[in-house]
């Protein structure tokens, strides 16, 4: 009896292992190109959102320099004893009109040292043996206050110091800086800063910035977060954004000529996400446009990518208060966008080429393309847009123009634009998804029927939540990532109508975000990307340069058994690249059968990304779930591999 138990036990374990090795061949035809991919395909969409751009990119350490937030004082603490009335004033002048404020220091108001805290954005990220080079704009009649500087950890002990006394009197404004190295690593930080001696001083502009920013520009981006963009080698970065273009009202919208010239004369804003949503309220979040449009142009340009601005229509947020500036009124809207192009692409001649090389740029940035609204629908839209495109096409008609098909994939609102765009003949759609990660699978072929001949799509925002839309409870896990995966296997193999595609939203900081899931998440000190990022990076830097055709049964593999594919030739690497996604919780044999008359490599590299369906990177466990990378060997022109449960799999084959 018991023997033959174990043979029936025996027998079931080999008709489950049988099942568990399903067999699937694949044929991918090199020799026969059916469409054309685009330098550009993928992209990065950077928005100031969760702490992306002040706190988070740009490396600025002080949180409200210029005292310019509502309240003056946020961030900052006034430290002291007994600090005498009128020992801090913050005054307004007339000539400084984007930068009125300033604060007035009278020691003498006091008997007692005094001083200010700044808390920084969730603290300072502090790296010990790091130089930090603090500036300050300073007026006074006479000299008599000497700041020192000190750099304190969570416990109050001084972990870098400095002093800098204020020399130069009169009634311009003068700037003063020094540097100091840190004595110790500390993610929470704090700048004190003492004013010892009596006197009067005015200041304004206080900051403090470390030595190691992006190409080591003073006064310039976080290190490591541009470099995990660099990495993904994007085609193009979208900027300034999304919804704060639109901006909750259109008095804070982003106006870009208010971003560009000397950091000090650029014009602060509230950022709309500072009370967007009530689960996450972050009322000192506002932006100092210390990352500009030119920086956003000069960041395109480091990283090799196009750059893809995104001006207002002339609709402020319709989720919002949804004001329209009137058709008759939108000469300043459209002007702003002819300018813009000066400012990118001008001679140095014309009044907006002539900043841009005052700034530090005389040659252009050869701006390409230009997106007029975001997330905007209706025929208010339609009606702007058509202005917009009216004038840009007679002064810049080689600039191509990315309108908006509003905010979800389907629907009436959708319906209608994609009808209008269509009639308009603009260059390119821009698609936005949210959606379960069941739907990115059910939706791989989603482009397979779309027309070849109209504008090309670009998929401008997209990402798989987990849970609902910008719910506390979206997780950036690999159900997401795999699930993405699968439906960009159907962006790719129509690459000839889909030009470009970006996930978003890019940045999220773990201690000041407000929507997710998030590409790259940061903290004070470090960064990594997501699974999501791993799977956005692998599309990317193993893009091609033609698609070419991929059947799995003489079906094209769009979900079929869970099994997804899609196939590119890269004519600059003479390599075909076949990238496959099992969603199944069991493995599948795989055979790859390549078509062509070429001579192949034998050796083929194999990439593979897979994970738990729950598992997450982190700042403790950054590359928890990353790529692995091995060889597989041809057999005549066939790959046999095993493709694991829930498995993104890339297979690299040099052609001799």
């Known amino acids: 009896m018991i023997r033959r138990k174990l043979l029936g036990v025996f027998i079931l374990s080999c008709a489950l292992g049988l099942s568990a ?4 061949s694949f044929t991918i035809d090199i020799s026969h190109p059916t469409g054309n991919i685009s330098p550009n395909m993928w992209g990065v969409f950077f928005e100031d959102i969760n702490l992306g751009a002040d706190g988070g990119i740009y490396a600025e350490l002080i949180k409200n320099r210029s005292f310019e937030f509502a ?6 603490k006034k430290l002291g004893e007994k600090i005498g009335e009128g020992t801090f004033l913050v005054l307004n002048r007339k000539d400084k009109p984007n930068n009125p404020r300033f604060l007035r220091v009278n020691t003498s108001l006091s008997s007692e040292k005094v001083g200010l805290q700044n808390e920084g954005f969730r603290g300072m990220g502090i790296k010990q043996g790091l130089r930090y080079d ?19 950890d969570t416990l109050g002990s001084v972990i870098g110091e400095s002093t800098i006394r204020p020399e130069k009197t009169g009634t311009d404004w003068q700037k003063q800086q020094i540097s100091f190295r840190a004595a110790k690593t500390e993610s929470k930080a704090k700048l004190v800063l003492w004013f010892e001696g009596k006197g009067t001083l005015d200041v304004d502009m206080i900051s403090l910035f470390p030595e190691d920013t992006w190409k080591n520009r003073p006064g310039g981006l976080r290190k490591d977060m541009v470099q995990l963009l660099a990495d993904m080698k994007p085609g193009f970065i979208r900027f300034p954004g999304g919804c704060i273009v639109e901006g909750r009202d259109l008095a804070n919208r982003f106006q870009w000529k208010k971003t560009v010239g000397p950091i000090e004369d650029r014009k602060l804003i509230i950022n709309r996400w500072n009370t967007e949503f009530k689960h996450r309220l972050t009322p000192d979040y506002y932006q100092s446009f210390g990352l500009g449009f030119f920086e956003y142009f000069q960041l395109a340009e480091d990283i090799g990518a196009e750059p893809l601005p995104i001006l207002n229509c002339g609709m402020a947020c319709q989720f919002n208060t949804a004001e329209l500036v009137p058709i008759d009124e939108l000469d300043e809207y459209v002007q702003d966008a002819l300018d813009l192009i000066e400012f990118a692409n001008g001679d140095t001649g014309t009044k907006w080429g002539k900043l841009r090389a005052e700034m530090g740029h005389p040659l252009p940035f050869n701006l390409k393309m230009l997106g007029v609204g975001n997330e905007n629908w209706g025929p208010q ?22 309108a908006s098909s509003g905010t979800d994939p389907e629907g009436e609102r959708f319906e209608f634009l994609n009808k209008e765009l269509r009639r308009l003949k603009v260059d390119f759609i821009d698609e936005h998804y949210y959606r379960s990660p069941d739907w990115f699978l059910t939706h791989a072929n989603r482009y397979d029927a779309y027309d070849r001949q109209g504008p090309k799509i670009f998929a401008g925002e997209y990402a798989a939540h987990t849970d609902r839309t910008a719910g506390t409870g979206n997780r950036n896990n690999w159900k997401a990532a795999i699930a993405e995966a699968a439906f960009l296997t159907g962006v790719e193999r129509n690459a000839d109508v889909v030009g470009m595609a970006s996930y978003a939203p890019l940045f999220a900081h773990v201690d000041g975000w407000q929507w997710t899931p998030d590409l790259i998440w940061v903290d004070n000190l470090q960064a990594y990307g997501t699974p999501n990022y791993q799977v956005q990076k692998l599309y990317a830097i193993n893009k091609g340069t033609h698609v070419i055709s991929v059947r799995m049964d003489n079906v094209i593999p769009s979900g079929q058994d869970g099994l997804y594919a899609s196939a590119v030739l890269d004519s600059k690497t003479n390599e075909a690249i076949i990238k496959v996604v099992n969603h199944n919780d069991y493995p599948i044999n795989g055979s790859f059968n390549i078509q062509t008359k070429e001579n192949l490599a034998k050796e083929v590299e194999h990439i593979v990304l897979t994970a738990g369906l729950a598992e997450e990177n982190s700042i403790q466990h950054p590359n928890k779930v990353s ?5 597989v060997t041809l057999k005549g022109k066939t790959i046999i591999s095993d493709l694991s449960p829930y498995s993104f799999h890339i297979f690299k084959i040099k052609i001799k």
């Open 71 to 76: 309240d003056p004082f946020m961030g900052w």
């Open 381 to 402: 839209y339609i009606e702007r847009l058509e202005v917009f495109k009216k004038a840009l096409n007679e002064r810049y008609p080689n600039i191509k123009i990315v």
């Open 21 to 24: 090795q399903e067999k699937k």
């Open 627 to 631: 790529p692995k990378i091995d060889k």
């Open 134 to 152: 603090f500036s300050v704009l300073y007026k006074q009649a006479v000299p008599g206050i000497t700041l020192r500087l000190q750099l304190v």
